[in-house]
């Protein structure tokens, strides 16, 4: 059964800094990883889409790698600004587009 | 942009209330879900649906079913709501996976819908 782990559970850092998220997952038959955003009491808001196949997407100041045979996966931020404050989820999409999430990470960026 | 709507924020309801979570998309999407979150347990697949009149149990189905009579619409129903269903729920929708190209689609949610059963 697929399991997702995120690491760490929260994170908190002043404005400015660079910072890493990290996603593991136990089983490679993935389609692709998704990185969500959620703020609190709100729905999920898709940050990057990587298939199986790719090695690294990139939407502004976000960057996320996939490593498919170690089954991990990074979310680096550059730059971060307290409007990033929320918490981060990712999830693999496996047959039939059934997502598998982690539990994400709750990130704090102070000013 | 896609859109996907619910139809309520918040919700409470009775326990043994027959409750309805609407969920529509604006895009064509074939496919369509409903999750539940939960502190500490994160996102639950309940039910999804890759057509009209298609559905298929996720990881945690029981005391809930789904109807979808149209393809933009896609409705969660609780036939004797219970405590233990107070929750956010979550509807989804994407694409249909390419089988071709083995590609997966990107899932868009809607802004989820906070029920609590008293």
């Known amino acids: 059964k697929q399991e997702v782990t995120q690491i760490p559970a929260a994170l908190s850092v002043p404005e400015g800094e660079n910072l890493v998220l990290n996603c593991s997952f136990t089983d490679s038959a993935i389609y692709n990883l998704q990185w969500f955003r959620q703020d609190p009491g709100k729905g999920l808001t898709s940050l990057l889409l990587i298939q199986s196949s790719q090695r690294e997407q990139t939407s502004g100041r976000l960057n996320a790698s996939l490593d498919k045979s170690s089954g991990r996966s990074t979310l680096y931020i550059a730059a971060s600004q307290p409007g990033d404050s929320a918490t981060y989820l990712c999830a693999v999409t496996l047959r039939f587009q059934k997502l598998v999430f982690g539990t994400g990470t709750r990130l704090l960026v102070s000013p | 942009d896609v859109k996907v709507t619910q139809s309520s924020r918040y919700l409470v309801k009775r326990t043994g209330e027959k409750v309805f979570l609407e969920c529509v998309q604006d895009m064509d999407h074939e496919n369509m879900f409903w999750y539940r979150q939960d502190p500490g347990l994160g996102l639950r697949l309940i039910y999804f649906?890759?057509?009209?009149?298609?559905?298929e149990k996720g990881d945690i189905p029981e005391g809930y079913s789904v109807s979808r009579e149209k393809k933009e619409r896609f409705s969660l129903i609780l036939e004797s709501a219970s405590t233990n269903q107070t929750s956010m729920y979550l509807c989804?929708?994407?694409?249909?996976?390419?089988?071709?190209?083995?590609?997966?689609?990107?899932?868009?949610f809607g802004p989820g819908t906070r029920l609590t059963v008293l």
């Open positions: 649906s890759y057509d009209v009149k298609m559905k």
């Open positions: 989804a929708s994407s694409l249909v996976e390419f089988n071709l190209l083995r590609l997966g689609q990107e899932q868009f």
